[in-house]
């Protein structure tokens, strides 16, 4: 038998258990609360008073007490007492305000230590590294500020109302930018310096600056007011600098001056003006021409602070207050502006906010005001800056608000349950949920409800704080008719006029009644109206009378059916096209009440249009190879088409299908039930699919046309047989035969025959010529014969015959199974001459010599078959021709040398045949009478050239001189 393991936590044990860990909460809690105390306790002393607070801008800084060693990690306006150290490290900035009103800007990596002069009062500070601006205040409490460096190097007097710069980093620099200061060194030398002046601080003596900044000051903070860049002033005063100096004024975003971002030749001037954005910028003005160009005469940085106009948020523009007894509470908003320590609110009844009624400084950005009463108010808001004692400035655009007192308060408007609404009061019903538009005046509502529509009688009221209430306790509704209006009360205790009675039924059930069939929007065709079926859910009670309504607007004025109803559906109905509302509506027998759902839309559509032929248009020309297209014009808002093609002989269908397109291809040369020469009927309908929910099907009307069909037999090409094959000498012997034929009676007949070229097929004959055709030869001879197109080269060729028939058909064999095709051979070349020789081979003074030997060069070689002429042509050793001549009936060619040389026209061209080496060439060619007119006068064959050589060595003659020479015959 098992042991029972489980055991029930006692009640004692559970109450400790909880004490337990209420008590580890509470010490949690403690010790937090003593940590945070010990924190602030370390950045503040008891029973010592504060000589000043320390704000920064940027990260933060570090102070160390008098008495410790420790650098504490300072907050915001943390408290400053006598004998402190302040440290700010890189890229941090912090701000010493005395209690007098002196201020002391710490830069970044800068040390200083502050007391207060227990005698004087007047405000101390000792600085260890770095740099410092400081401003003496100008009020009564202030006696001015004294500084000094680190050991006593330098020290600094200021008058109240004075304004300082001193920066260790450059050696001991100290420049007056207001008022006036004395400066004194180790050895007590005292310099006294007003507004504009510097001075370098050594040891011993003082150093006067060839250049002295006067602005801007050193770290100065700008603060510009718009969104366009700052124009920054820059002036300067210069002593003593040698005549060749070349002074630049540079500017840049980062300390090592690695990008210029402006820069400016300042020579001979004591100002400039330069643009900049907001952010830290680096200056420094440097004499190019010094021993190290690079090292600057005198630099320092500002800041460009973007502080813009604080923009006001409310109350908006032109807004209006509404109040009736009790003047509002406005609360003021406006955005924060950057620098800026506290805000002047303004508010006048005029615009030029002249005897302002509200004057008020604040450090918010929001204020409240509630003493304002009734009229038209103009506000702005001026910031105020510490920063450079700007003072106020940058002040907002000046927005205007109405405060209106009114008169009564407005009825409350009733949203849910809404008039002629059904609540259910059964028992365990779901709570019913009253609701009302939210009124921004009202504090409560009072929701009453009555029997009677005037509420001569309140059934019950309630007291509600919402502008909605759900009751639980209907079921002490009774059935039946019941009203429900609503008012508000202000904070002030005003009562407003309760809203019009809003009417509901009560029952016990949940109310139903809706329509179901036909959705909201859908569209019948008109043809289907009387099967269309309109269907509804309902659970009323019986003496409830139901009738479905149907108008011609949204509002029901037009009823176009009004049927009273048993059932959940009705069918039979006839409309005609156009857009219909339909709706139930339901009355109660017994107290009149009405229960209506809501409309929805019907569309009755028309049928879709009928169609119209594109294709065939009065005849159709059916082909052996490609299948007739059937072409129509498209339908709007048709998904197919049915089609049916009739054959008018005897009314049978030949041809039934379903297209999905505007466009179907049909084979209407080969099927029996095509005929040839026959007329047909085509029926076209448009038909659109059923989208459910939304549409049902519809039809188009029916389109049809008659065609006459025709099948088309092209002209055969009999002659010469498919890819016939001509010899090139055969075709240019005798002509080709061209044979076509046709099964119809032709009107128009011309035969052309195309050569293949690179460019594709070119005409070469015609027959008729188009000159032929034009002037009214249209039909070419059954049998046509034709020359070789190209006697030498050959080729392919096709011939298409271009033709109709008498009632217009066109016929021609363009289809490529059609087309007649032939090629013909290239003419073979007739073969090399042989046997060449000269005589003599070598035409020179010995063999002319001898009077026996002509003095010709005669060539000869050897005859070739069939060769009619022969083309002789000699040239000299470079090619140049000199002689051609074509020889007939013989195979030897006689030149007379000498006379050709004669013939030279001159003596350097003649000089060119008494000597040198000559190429001669035959070549055989084969000449017929292609056009029988007894005459060789056309080339068919071409030969091959043969050559030969011969040489030629003939002496010049030379010139007789006759000069001196007597008469040979004497006296």
Same mark, same amino acid.
């Given at each position: 038998?098992? &042991? ?65 060693? %420790? ?24 701000? =010493? ?92 030398? @005292? ?74 030749? #300042? ?48 109350? =908006? ?11 509002? +509470? ?9 620098? +800026?320590?506290?805000?002047?609110? $303004? ?17 918010? /950005? ?15 808001? $001026? ?21 209106? !007192? ?11 349950? +809404? ?6 009061? *059964? ?110 859910? &309902? ?25 009273? @109803? ?23 027998? %017994? ?27 009065? !005849? ?14 498209? @339908? ?15 009314? *049978?269908? =030949? ?7 505007? /466009? ?29 929910? @939304? ?15 025709? &099948? ?40 052309? %025959?195309?050569?293949?070229? &690179?460019?594709?097929? #070119? ?20 049998? %046509?014969?034709? +020359? ?9 060729? *096709? ?51 001898k009077k026996t030997n002509p003095r010709t060069i005669t060539l000869n070689w050897s005859p070739v078959k069939n060769a009619t002429d022969y083309h002789v042509e000699v040239k000299t050793g470079k090619g140049k021709t000199i002689f051609r001549e074509i020889i007939s009936g013989k195979t030897s060619c006689e030149i007379n040398w000498l006379e050709l040389i004669q013939k030279r026209e001159t003596e350097k061209l003649r000089k060119e045949l008494y000597s040198g080496k000559f190429n001669w060439t035959v070549e055989a060619v084969r000449r017929v009478d292609a056009d029988k007119d007894g005459k060789l006068d056309t080339e068919l064959q071409p030969g091959i050239p043969a050559s030969e050589m011969f040489v030629t060595d003939i002496p010049l003659l030379k010139k007789v001189n006759s000069k001196g020479a007597k008469n040979p015959y004497g006296k």
């Amino acid at each position: 038998m098992k &042991k029972k393991t489980r055991s029930r936590l006692s009640s004692n044990l559970s109450v400790t258990f909880c004490i337990a860990i209420l008590i580890c909460l509470l010490g949690a809690a403690g010790n937090f609360c003593g940590f945070y105390k010990s924190f602030n306790y370390s950045l503040s002393k008891l029973n010592e008073t504060p000589i000043a607070t320390i704000t920064f801008k940027y990260k933060t800084a570090q102070r160390k007490l008098l008495e410790r060693l %420790v650098w504490d990690r300072l907050r915001q306006k943390s408290p400053l007492y006598n004998g402190d150290t302040v440290h700010t490290s890189d890229a941090s900035e912090a701000t =010493v305000t005395f209690t007098d009103g002196n201020k002391i800007e710490l830069f970044e990596s800068t040390m200083i230590q502050i007391w207060k002069d227990e005698d004087s009062g007047k405000a101390n500070a000792e600085i260890y590294d770095g740099s410092v601006y400081v401003e003496s205040g100008d009020g009564e409490t202030t006696d001015g500020v004294f500084l000094k460096s680190d050991g006593g190097s330098i020290s600094v007097a200021m008058e109240s109302g004075a304004a300082a710069s001193v920066d260790l980093s450059r050696g001991g620099f100290v420049q007056v930018v207001s008022g006036n200061a004395s400066i004194s060194n180790a050895e007590g030398i @005292v310099k006294n310096l007003s507004q504009g002046e510097s001075l370098g601080v050594g040891q011993k003596d003082f150093q006067q600056p060839r250049f002295t900044m006067i602005s801007p000051a050193p770290n100065k903070k700008i603060l510009n007011h718009g969104k366009e860049d700052c124009n920054v002033d820059f002036e300067w005063k210069a002593l003593d600098m040698p005549e060749n100096s070349n002074l630049v004024l540079e500017v840049s975003s980062d300390k090592k001056f690695s990008k210029i971002a402006n820069s400016e030749i #300042i020579n001979g001037i004591d100002h400039c003006t330069m643009a900049m954005g907001a952010g830290v910028w680096y200056w420094r003005i440097r004499n190019t021409t010094a021993e190290n160009p690079l090292s600057a005469m005198v630099a320092s940085r500002i800041q460009v602070i973007q502080s813009l106009p604080p923009d006001l948020l409310s109350p =908006v523009q032109n807004y209006e207050i509404n109040y009736r007894s009790r003047k509002p +509470a406005i609360r003021f908003i406006w955005t924060e502006t950057n620098r +800026a320590d506290n805000y002047r609110l $303004v508010v006048a009844d005029n615009e030029e906010l002249k005897n302002p009624i509200i004057d008020q400084r604040g450090g918010s /950005t929001s204020a409240v005001i509630s003493t304002l009463k009734q009229g038209k108010y103009y506000w702005q808001v $001026v910031p105020y800056f510490s920063t450079n004692r700007e003072g106020f400035a940058a002040p907002s655009e000046v927005h205007s608000f109405s405060v209106v !007192k009114s008169g009564t308060l407005n009825p409350p408007v009733p949203l849910v349950p +809404a008039y002629n609404s059904i609540v259910n009061i *059964e028992k365990d019903a779901k709570k019913t949920t009253f609701s009302w538009k939210s009124e921004p005046e009202a504090i409560s509502y009072k929701l009453e409800f009555s029997r009677e529509a005037n509420f001569s009688k309140v059934e019950k009221n309630f007291d509600i704080s919402s502008n909605h209430v759900s009751l639980s306790d209907l079921n002490e509704f009774s059935a039946g008719r019941w009203f429900w209006r609503i008012s508000q009360v202000d904070q002030e205790g005003n009562v407003s006029n309760t809203c019009e009675p809003v009417l509901f039924y009560a029952m016990e059930g949940k109310p139903e009644q809706h329509t179901v069939e036909p959705v909201d929007g859908y569209g019948i065709a008109e043809n289907l109206m009387m099967d269309m079926n309109f269907t509804w859910k &309902k659970n009323l009670p019986d003496f409830y009378k139901t009738s479905v309504q149907i108008a011609s607007d949204q509002k029901f004025r037009n009823l176009v059916i009004n049927v009273p @109803v048993t059932g959940f559906s009705l069918s039979g109905i006839h409309l005609p096209r156009g857009t219909y509302w339909w709706r139930l509506y339901s009355k109660s027998s %017994v107290d009149d009440f009405e229960m209506i759902s809501s409309a929805k839309k019907l569309h009755v559509l028309s049928n879709l249009e009928a169609s119209s032929i594109i294709a065939p248009v009065g !005849k159709a020309v059916a082909r052996d190879t490609v299948p007739y297209r059937f072409k129509w014009k498209e @339908v709007e808002g048709a998904d197919y088409y049915k089609i049916i093609i009739y054959r008018n002989t005897d009314n *049978e269908i =030949v041809y039934e299908d379903t297209v999905y397109d505007t /466009t179907f291809d049909l084979d209407m040369f080969h099927p029996a039930e095509f005929r040839d020469r026959t007329d047909y009927k085509i029926e076209i309908q448009a038909k659109a699919n059923a989208i459910p929910g @939304v549409m049902s099907r519809r039809n188009g009307d029916l389109y049809e046309t008659k065609f006459h069909l025709v &099948k088309l037999r092209p002209i055969e090409i009999v002659i010469p047989k498919k890819n016939a094959r001509f010899e090139g000498i055969d075709a240019a012997l005798n002509k080709i035969k061209i044979t076509w034929s046709s099964v119809d009676a032709v009107a128009e007949a011309q035969v052309v %025959v195309s050569q293949r070229t &690179k460019d594709g097929f #070119i005409p070469v004959v015609k027959i008729p010529t188009d000159e032929e055709f034009a002037a009214g030869t249209k039909v070419a001879p059954a049998t %046509v014969l034709i +020359a070789n197109p190209d006697l030498r080269n050959g080729g392919d060729y *096709e011939i298409v015959v271009h033709a109709k028939t008498n009632d217009g058909i066109d016929i021609s064999n363009t289809d490529r199974k059609y087309i007649g095709e032939f090629s013909i051979t290239p003419v073979e070349s007739l073969p090399k001459a042989s046997g060449l020789s000269a005589v003599p081979a070598v035409l020179n003074g010995d063999y002319l010599r001898k009077k026996t030997n002509p003095r010709t060069i005669t060539l000869n070689w050897s005859p070739v078959k069939n060769a009619t002429d022969y083309h002789v042509e000699v040239k000299t050793g470079k090619g140049k021709t000199i002689f051609r001549e074509i020889i007939s009936g013989k195979t030897s060619c006689e030149i007379n040398w000498l006379e050709l040389i004669q013939k030279r026209e001159t003596e350097k061209l003649r000089k060119e045949l008494y000597s040198g080496k000559f190429n001669w060439t035959v070549e055989a060619v084969r000449r017929v009478d292609a056009d029988k007119d007894g005459k060789l006068d056309t080339e068919l064959q071409p030969g091959i050239p043969a050559s030969e050589m011969f040489v030629t060595d003939i002496p010049l003659l030379k010139k007789v001189n006759s000069k001196g020479a007597k008469n040979p015959y004497g006296k």
